[in-house]
């Protein structure tokens, strides 16, 4: 029987996920999702044979080690761990004057300490697969990481997101697993999507500068990583940014 690529998405419930689960549903990969929210009854997914749904809380070592344990229960392995939970929290997006401790704690968890928690808790997954040498791990960064966007904690933590990724380099070679971050762009709410539309592009302008109309979408970081984890084989240790020239 034909082998079949086991792709592991965090944050499987976000706008970034939908289209990266579809991409690879599409390719015939099976794809296991996991997020904090519940299992959602009406996920257009749950009729695929290849989806799997788990909630977990990548903040929280126990449930990121039960999501291991069910993962290796029933396939025993991963071929690829797409790390995207992530978000910027409260009073980070006030900016350095305004952040509390307590959010400086939560954005470093989430935008951080979680990733290096899955990476290390399905570490022997990944191990376990012997039947491809294309393995790899992609962590979601931003390009508030390399840019003043005044959300100083969350950008601190994703651009810490490359460095964990050189950190790694030599010790996933010889486990023949490719490591690199994708930096999306800002993407647009449909209801900004609408406005920058309705303004021939002005509302960039009010928004991080854009020298196109277009902001990234969904897709084309979904694209971007489909890229990364199964046609740029020789990738390793880079930093794809996607950003529709918004950095430019
Ligand atoms: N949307 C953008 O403009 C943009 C730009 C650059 C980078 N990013 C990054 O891309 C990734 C996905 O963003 P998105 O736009 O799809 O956001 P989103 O808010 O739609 O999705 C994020 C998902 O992460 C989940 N999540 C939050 N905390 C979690 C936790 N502790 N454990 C498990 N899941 C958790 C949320 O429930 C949500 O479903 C994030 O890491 C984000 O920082 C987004």
Redesign the pocket.
Known sequence: MERTDIVVI?????????ATIKKYLDNGCIVIA????EKNEKDEFLNNPNYEYYK?????VK?ITNLKEQIEKKYGKITHLIS?????IGTDIKGIEYVTIEDIDKTIK??LS?HIYITTILLPLLKNETETDNKTITY?????ALRAYDVPV?SAA?SALYGLCNGMLIDMGKLNIRVNTI??????KPHEVAENERTNGEYAKGRPKTKHKDF?I?ED?ADALYSITHVMKRMVGQNVVIDAGQMA
């Open positions: 965090t944050g499987g419930a976000g706008n970034i996920a939908r996991t997020d904090l929210k977990c809380d990548v903040t929280d449930s995207m939970a992530g978000d910027a989430l935008n979680s979601v960064s931003s390009i508030n969350y994703k930096s999306p762009g800002t993407i647009l990234a969904n970081i």
